[in-house]
């Protein structure tokens, strides 16, 4: 059974930095495209960030553009997102998804979805 499990969320003060990451297993884990997205209460999921597993290609949100990165151990079969500078706006609970290439920035695309970690970020 594909399995994506999120680690690494937690409170952090606005400044400040959190790496999560997305282990997988019961996939050929280089044959998947993967994708961090996040959801805050009352909005609709949405995209933060993508990566090619085959590839090494990135896409990442405006809003999170120059502040977050994304990137993976094929050798540990985990994509991380190293998050600086996080802002308020930034608290979600945010979810790992992954999906045959290419990636889309599109919820409905993904078909596998971890748990979930819940990212705060305030004073």
């Known amino acids: 059974q594909v399995q994506l499990v999120e680690s690494g969320g937690g409170l952090v003060q606005p400044g400040g930095s959190l790496r999560l990451s997305c282990a997988a297993s019961g996939l050929t884990f280089s044959s998947y495209a993967m994708a961090w997205f996040r959801q805050a209460p009352g909005k609709e999921r949405e995209f933060v960030a993508g990566?090619?597993?085959?590839?090494?290609?990135?896409l990442l949100a405006v809003s999170v553009k120059g502040r977050f990165t994304i990137s993976r151990d094929n050798a540990k079969n985990t994509v991380y997102l190293q998050m600086n500078s996080l802002k308020p706006e930034d608290t979600a609970v945010y979810y790992c998804?992954?999906?045959?290439?290419?990636?889309?920035?599109?919820?409905?695309?993904?078909?596998?979805w971890g748990q979930g970690t819940q990212v705060t970020v305030s004073s």
């Open positions: 990566i090619s597993w085959s590839y090494g290609g990135t």
């Open positions: 998804g992954a999906r045959k290439p290419p990636f889309t920035v599109r919820r409905y695309d993904y078909p596998y």
